[in-house]
């Protein structure tokens, strides 16, 4: 069986500011005819060059273990993004990186990168038969949706309400560095669209989306129930990653239901998490919270 995910060698094909803190790459190349197509929330890993050996010593196909067994001068770095857009006719894929100081690899790369590059991407195989691997969003026909998100997330967040059906319902939360990050996002009438911008405020990452969140479900959510234990994450040392798995992903339909989706820097997703599941006791089956990065420490 072939694996779900590959890599894929491109070179960048355009680099367009989107705002202050929003630039998007496309990739281009032959290669990209195969990247899979599902959308939504796909996350992605963009593959940073080696400074001497650029991609020669990525290795191809099955990659995980391989780039695992290398020495550490050989071994390229990566983070995880996600597919904003996948155009597999034109053999494309765009990527919107957040611009940020405290540069790690990514960083780095991105304030250096030219069109014409050489790059590489890990993503979803159209060809391996396997789909919906990478992807979180999973409402399962819920009559409403919550969407919370830094701005990790908004390229996420944009290509999920892209996808809502036209009688979808439901708010839409999305903290942003500066008002000049507000981007377009056009959203079925039932969902509401709130950007949240920091503009320098010192209140800390995440805490305008906290806030939202408190003061929409204090609003709107009264059935669930109160006092479930939940079990603490120590965001500065494992994954904050808890989504629903197995028969909760793929079973009951969440008819009459609402299901959340809240990802971006993790101190504050755990906060929403122990939020929504300690004191507002909601199902964490109807729930993705995911730690997309912790303020401090890089990736890997
Ligand atoms: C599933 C998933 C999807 C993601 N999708 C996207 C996406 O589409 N676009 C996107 O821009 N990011 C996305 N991210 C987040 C991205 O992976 C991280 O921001 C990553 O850490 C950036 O790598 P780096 O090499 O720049 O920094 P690292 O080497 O990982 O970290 C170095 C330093 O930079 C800080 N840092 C990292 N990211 C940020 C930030 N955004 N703002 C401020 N400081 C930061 C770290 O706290 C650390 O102190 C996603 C993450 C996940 C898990």
Redesign the pocket.
Known sequence: MKPAHRPYRARVERVQRLSPSFTRVTFGGPELGDFGADGLDQ?IKVVLPLESTGFDTFPSGDWWGEWRALPDHARNPF????A?AVRPELREVD????V?A??????AWLAAVRVGDDAMLVGPDATSGVTGSGVEWNPRGASSVLIAGD??AV??VSSIVESLPADARGCVFLEVPTSADVLELTAPPGVSVHWLARDGSDEGHGARLVEAVRGWTARYVTAWHRGVEVSEVDVDHDILWDVPQGEARHGEALDGELYAWLAGEAAAIKTLRRFLVAEVGVDRRHVAF?G????????M
């Open positions: 996350r983070r995880t993004y996600t904003r990527v919107d990186f957040v940020h405290d540069g790690g690899p990514a960083a701005e990790t390229p996420a995911m997309y990065w912790r303020l401090g420490r890089a990736e």
